[in-house]
């Protein structure tokens, strides 16, 4: 029982075990990434409700492999962290596949109007 | 709706890309025009949860509705669906934090 329930905890574990210790981007210190994710979530619970609804289901979940608490409506508990995993690991990809530096979104690149140092550290983690 | 009903799951993938669609544009999220950095995060990505979809589809920890979905199904009785829900979620997740991160980025 509950099968899904353990993976899908084992995913947010991983995911977030991959990022301390192996790829080190600092997503999940940065303050656009949270943002970013409760957007996300929003999106995701309109989504995923209506995958999920009982009425009239695309997806159905085996009751033994779950714990049975859906909320709102009959979204699984379990969706949440899979669905954190899922965006999580794309965005820590993404991050560690970024340019080295990005010309455009570092202020005060051109060095005629160079910014203070502290605002380019802040551009380029924000 | 009827004839389109065992489109929906594609259909609703289809919204989500288009719903997203102007990230790119209006806030210059550049997660589209960035093709080669975008596989390097979706394709590790994509395989990993195809194989976790491919053993819970297996042990049956969820199914899938025949009436919303097309039946196409690949190599591990993956249904076409899963493969383009594991590509366009990330997708739309990307758009999300990069446009996030525009708008922070201006409102400094």
Redesign the interface.
């Known amino acids: 029982m509950w099968?899904?329930t353990a993976?899908a905890v084992v995913?947010v574990i991983g995911v977030v075990v991959l990022e301390l210790r192996v790829l080190r981007t600092g997503l999940l210190k940065t303050?656009?990434?949270w943002?970013?994710m409760a957007?996300?979530y929003g999106?995701m619970i309109a989504?995923n409700g209506?995958?999920t609804k009982l009425t009239?289901?695309?997806?159905?979940?085996?009751g033994d492999?779950?714990t049975g608490w859906r909320f709102p409506w009959d979204i699984p508990l379990e969706d949440y962290l899979y669905?954190f995993a899922?965006?999580t690991?794309?965005?820590l990809?993404?991050d560690?596949?970024?340019?080295k530096r990005r010309a455009a979104?570092v202020p005060g690149t051109d060095a005629t109007v160079s910014s203070p140092p502290r605002?380019t550290a802040?551009?380029a983690r924000? | 709706m009827g004839a389109l009903d065992r489109y929906?799951?594609l259909l609703?993938m289809a919204g989500?890309l288009l719903?997203t669609l102007p990230l790119e544009f209006v806030f210059r999220a550049r997660v589209w025009r960035q093709p080669?950095?975008?596989l390097?995060?979706?394709v590790?990505?994509v395989m990993?949860?195809a194989a976790?979809d491919i053993a819970?589809i297996a042990?049956?920890?969820?199914?899938?509705?025949a009436r919303?979905?097309t039946g196409w199904r690949l190599p591990g009785n993956l249904p076409i669906e899963e493969l383009v829900f594991?590509i366009v979620?990330?997708i739309?997740?990307?758009l999300?934090?990069e446009?996030?991160?525009r708008i922070?980025?201006r409102a400094?």
């Open positions: 099968q899904y993976a995913a303050r656009a990434y943002v970013a957007i996300c999106f989504v209506w995958l009239a289901p695309i997806v159905l979940y085996d492999a779950t669905g899922l965006l690991l794309a965005m990809l993404w560690a596949a970024a340019p979104e605002e802040r551009g924000s | 929906q799951y609703l989500c719903v080669r950095r975008l390097v995060a979706l590790p990505t990993l949860f976790w819970a042990r049956e920890h969820w199914t899938f509705n919303y979905v594991f979620i990330p739309c997740g990307l999300t934090l446009a996030v991160r922070l980025e400094r």
